[in-house]
């Protein structure tokens, strides 16, 4: 049951068009909470509806005209505020505005210091569909998918006149929102990290730099104090990376790792003011209450870690988290054990902020520079993309009259009673890395690197004995962004008081760096150490005496992809609880990825290591639980000692050799010829320059970004379907080994018939792949036979390739 989706989802079409073609929900429906249509308010009137926090009271800070439509916002270090507006969307239940150039991101003032802003210039304007902006290097990084773009003004007039593409690929031109790349963040390891989207971006002396690190999130990006990263889901409000994103990049197969995408809080009960009938699965008892409340999240997005100084003590830290569905901002509060973080409903029965107006849809929070709480707004009524509407949202729709307006929209600012807190203006001084305000010290980090001064170094390195934790840990990264990081820094940092500084010392150490392993015990500087060790006779040692702990565990796992079966006989040498944790976790690994040798060494670890055997077995047998497809693993001949292995079936069902009773023939692998040869050689090329961003060099893919292309039956099926994907896109839902990827794979019109038969044949034929080459010739007949077709494909559409006579 798809929910409904966070966010930028804002419109209706036609029934007949609109509804969701595989899960449109009962054709009858039934609007059990016949309310009358709700009335537009100002925003004078939408200030009555609100109940806050006692202590707290909300604020106007813009709304329309100046703005429509706002989906994101950033302030600059001058305290101007960049809001982008995705002011085409939807305008009728057609759609027909969705292509038109009608966004814009505004740049908004206050002149007079009152709080509000009452100047705004269009700083990029007419543009489509623009839904993320971030204020940096004395401009802003805008999307406008397909495109990253960074735009500045260079002539003072408050219009970019600077417009530099940074990135291609954030976003699919004319895709669905809710899978659409978005919130970019500077990051306290000065790494620019998005919502939704697998690359980092750096900003070094003036030069964008791009790697590769995980795909999380849907809708929103935030940090904590110690530059953690926070996201959620439609349905889920709430989760976070543990340990650094970028490590995990590294081993594909941790997709179930716990320290990544980590689930943060159990209870997620909602409590809306007031009935909420117009969601998506409404007509599902299980989806309102019996009074028509929303009660489970199914459209979060754009949380929050609060780490302003303007609210009480007790609230710093907190966890601040829209719902627009139900018309309120949820608080958790937040708390963290070895590493660990946990975030705990506040409240029972109530909210930090609801209102009744039922256009209040607040869609991302953001922390100010006067330490307030900042609450963007879209105010409309309808937040379900067309793409999965249900008949029964359709008929609350149009009964109570929620397709219009389209062109409001609101900033609120929520501060404590009785608060005068204004904004400061940042600048590249050492000492503001201090300030109490978290919004503050980013930014005075950001614009310390961004200029690559090392005349602040001295100052860092003062900064490093500043009785402030925080303010430690900023220095020491501020020093790592100016590439000023030494040996007898990272010492004196490993010797902090504080997990975190050490955490991020470990983090930024040299890579050749040997760590003093006996002088830690906390597990959060210990998993950062474990991801930084790749010297396996350093990280055995760890192991054994850590290894049950899976914060650490999995640190290490990051690194040893490839190694899995020979660290694993490394560590049987040492026999100890933790040794036995992380054998198995080897073995999974080794399960997972399929491949013959390893497999068979693995089995022969088991049989001479009678302590291990049954972890090794038990990790063997693991499967892929969302895959329907089990890949044999074909050995060379019948493993020694297998009659002494009680082998689970799945194991044992999976293992073949020549001459194994019942097994099927082994595949036969027909040699390249010389001229397919060099279509694989000029296929993988343009794979790694095109594809591997998104399905990755070892080509597992990212869960949320791309599907794996290993042993996928869309990849070692027919070419003519491939071919025809890769020549005009494929828009999702599809299922690849059994699971469902609701993505769309833009089209490549640049590749000539010869690049597509290269990187056919590539990925038929890489990673133990023994499928047959594509010639070019054939490649040249689909795309005759598809001449003028200007759609992407679907799932049906090319399984029903092979039913046309």
Request: aromatic letters at 6%.
């Amino acid at each position: 049951m798809r929910p409904l989706i966070a966010l930028l989802c804002l419109s209706l079409a036609p029934q007949a068009l609109a509804v969701h073609s595989k899960n449109a929900g009962p054709e009858k429906v039934e609007l059990k909470f016949k309310l009358p249509p709700p009335k537009p308010l100002s925003p004078e009137e939408a200030m009555k509806t609100f109940a806050v926090e006692k202590g707290f009271r909300i604020e106007l800070v813009a709304s329309e005209p100046m703005i429509e439509s706002p989906v994101a916002m950033s302030f600059d270090d001058q305290g101007r505020l960049y809001v982008c507006e995705m002011r085409g969307y939807m305008h009728d239940l057609a759609g027909s505005t969705e292509k038109e150039p009608t966004g814009r991101v505004s740049l908004l003032e206050d002149t007079d210091g009152d709080g509000r802003m009452d100047k705004a210039t269009a700083f990029l304007d007419k543009v489509v569909m623009p839904r993320a902006v971030m204020a940096v290097n004395g401009g802003a990084l805008i999307a406008v998918p397909p495109n990253l773009i960074f735009c500045k003004d260079t002539d003072g007039d408050g219009v970019a006149d600077v417009k530099e593409v940074i990135a291609t690929d954030f976003g699919t031109l004319g895709g669905q929102p809710e899978h659409m790349a978005n919130s970019p963040v500077w990051a306290m390891d000065n790494s620019i990290w998005s919502a939704g989207y697998s690359s980092r971006l750096k900003l070094r002396g003036g030069m964008w730099q791009k790697d590769v690190g995980l795909g999380r999130g849907q809708w929103g990006l935030c940090q904590d104090d110690h530059g953690r990263l926070y996201f959620n889901y439609n349905s889920d409000m709430l989760r976070a990376d543990l340990l650094p994103t970028e490590a995990f990049a590294r081993n594909p197969l941790l997709r179930n790792a716990t320290s990544i995408n980590a689930k943060l809080a159990a209870d997620q009960t909602l409590y809306a003011s007031h009935p909420t009938p117009g969601v998506n699965r409404g007509y599902d008892a299980k989806t309102l209450s019996a009074d028509g409340r929303l009660t489970k999240p199914t459209a979060t997005c754009g949380a929050l870690i609060y780490r302003g100084n303007a609210f009480p003590a007790a609230y710093r830290g907190n966890a601040f988290v829209p719902e627009p569905a139900a018309n309120l901002v949820k608080r958790f509060t937040m708390s963290e054990t070895d590493g660990v973080v946990k975030a705990t409903n506040t409240a029972k029965g109530s909210e930090f902020l609801t209102s009744t107006d039922e256009r209040f849809r607040p869609v991302n929070a953001c922390n100010g520079p006067d330490g307030a709480l900042y609450l963007v707004d879209m105010y409309r009524g309808i937040i379900q993309h067309q793409s999965f509407l249900t008949h029964y949202l359709i008929a609350n729709i149009q009964a109570r009259k929620l397709e219009q307006p389209f062109n409001m929209g609101r900033i609120w600012r929520i501060v404590p009673e009785g608060s005068s807190a204004k904004p400061v203006k940042v600048t590249k001084d050492a000492k503001l890395l201090t300030h109490a305000n978290g919004w503050v010290r980013d930014t005075a980090q950001r614009l310390i690197v961004e200029s690559a001064d090392a005349s602040a170094v001295p100052a860092l390195k003062e900064l490093l004995q500043n009785e402030s934790a925080v303010a430690r840990e900023h220095a020491l990264w501020t020093l790592d962004g100016l590439a000023a990081i030494t040996a007898d820094l990272v010492k004196t940092a490993l010797a902090d008081k504080s997990e975190h500084v050490r955490a991020a010392a470990a983090r930024v150490a040299p890579r050749d760096y040997v760590f003093d392993l006996a002088a830690e015990k906390h597990p959060l500087v210990l998993a950062h150490i474990a991801i930084k060790t790749l010297n396996e006779a350093a990280l055995a040692p760890l192991l054994v005496t850590h290894g049950k702990n899976a914060l650490i565990r999995e640190a290490a796992l990051t690194g040893l992809r490839g190694k899995e079966s020979a660290f694993a006989k490394t560590l049987a040498q040492t026999p100890s609880e933790g040794s036995k944790a992380v054998i198995g976790a080897l073995a999974e690994l080794v399960a997972l990825a399929g491949k013959a040798g390893p497999i068979a060494e693995m089995l022969e670890l088991a049989a001479s290591s009678p302590e291990n055997r049954d972890t090794i077995l038990k990790g063997l047998a693991k499967t892929d639980s969302k895959s329907k497809t089990v890949k044999l693993v074909w050995l060379d001949k019948e493993p020694e000692h297998l009659k002494q292995l009680k082998l689970a079936p799945s194991l044992a069902n999976r293992l073949v050799w020549p001459g194994k009773p019942g097994a099927p023939a082994p595949p036969v692998i027909k040699p390249l010829t010389e001229t397919q040869t060099a279509l694989f050689e000029k296929g993988k090329t343009i794979y790694a320059t095109l594809c591997a961003a998104c399905h990755q060099p070892h080509g597992f893919g990212l869960d949320g970004l791309a599907p794996p292309l290993v042993d996928s039956e869309w990849v070692l099926g027919k070419p003519e379907v491939l071919a025809r994907i890769v020549m005009h896109g494929l828009a999702g839902p599809v299922k690849v080994s059994g699971r469902t990827y609701n993505l769309a794979m833009p089209p490549l019109p640049q590749l000539t018939d010869e690049d597509i038969a290269g990187v056919l044949t590539y990925i038929r034929r890489e990673w133990e792949h023994t499928a047959g080459a594509v010639e070019t010739v054939n490649i040249t007949k689909i795309r005759e036979q598809e001449k003028g077709r200007m759609m992407m494909w679907t799932e049906m559409e090319l399984k029903n390739l092979g039913k046309k006579k």
